[in-house]
């Protein structure tokens, strides 16, 4: 079956750098857009980003657009978020997910990122 | 940047009808989905283009779009049904995508 595992997650300071992974399995992660979906403790769903199933479309939040990076390894079925200049706004837990023409249907089990001093 | 309207919460009895609503401009020629959230789990899609349910869910869970608003439906809730649940679709041009702020249905 599908499984969606992040990792990379951590505390990390105001300003700095943090690259997420995400290790797909059980479907043919080549043929599948994948997003990324953020959630701040106790508040609600937040959509990051997400890339063509080829890497040759990436679209952005406009609150992480010119800091977050997402890119994909196919001949590694893996997917990663590179965050740079880290706020303390950005602290969540980073779901890893799948896309099926446009609907998200299955989701990793996230990675939690602190900002903090 | 777009934006998907939810009411912060919905509370009804058990076996009673509960409504949530999501409004967006761009829904009068974008789908919606609606996802529910239990606690620490990750979302699960219980809605897909406006009103079809994924295999395993409860027929008590229906959808339906109308103008700028959709509608999720649980006929008769259930205790088990309390959870957060957000509504999700595109922007007009295609790219981004955007979740509802998310309804925390209460059943008691």
């Known amino acids: 079956q599908v499984q969606l595992v992040e990792s990379g997650g951590g505390v990390v300071q105001p300003g700095r750098s943090l690259r997420l992974s995400c290790a797909a399995s059980g479907f043919t992660f080549s043929s599948y857009g994948m997003h990324w979906v953020r959630q701040a403790p106790g508040k609600g769903l937040e959509w990051v980003a997400v890339i063509w199933f080829d890497g040759s479309n990436k679209y952005y939040a406009d609150s992480v657009k010119g800091r977050f990076t997402i890119s994909r390894d196919n001949s590694k079925n893996t997917l990663y978020l590179q965050m740079n200049s880290l706020r303390a706004e950005d602290t969540a837990v980073y779901y890893c997910?799948?896309?099926?023409?446009?609907?998200?249907?299955?989701w990793g089990q996230g990675t939690l990122v602190t900002v903090s001093s | 940047s777009y934006e998907l309207t939810q009411p912060p919460s919905v509370s009804v009895s058990p076996g009673q009808t509960a409504r949530i609503t999501c409004s967006g401009d761009a829904l009068p020629k974008k789908y919606a989905y609606w996802y529910q959230q239990k606690s620490g789990q990750a979302p699960v899609l219980v809605i897909y283009e406006d009103s079809k349910r994924p295999s395993g869910i409860p027929e008590r869970f229906s959808g339906s779009s109308s103008g700028t608003m959709a509608t999720l439906t649980i006929s008769g809730a259930q205790v088990e049904d309390e959870a957060d649940y957000y509504c999700?679709?595109?922007?007009?041009?295609?790219?981004?995508?955007?979740f509802g702020g998310g309804t925390k249905l209460t059943v008691l």
């Open positions: 997910a799948k896309e099926d023409i446009v609907v998200i249907d299955h």
């Open positions: 999700y679709s595109t922007h007009s041009s295609g790219s981004q995508r955007v």
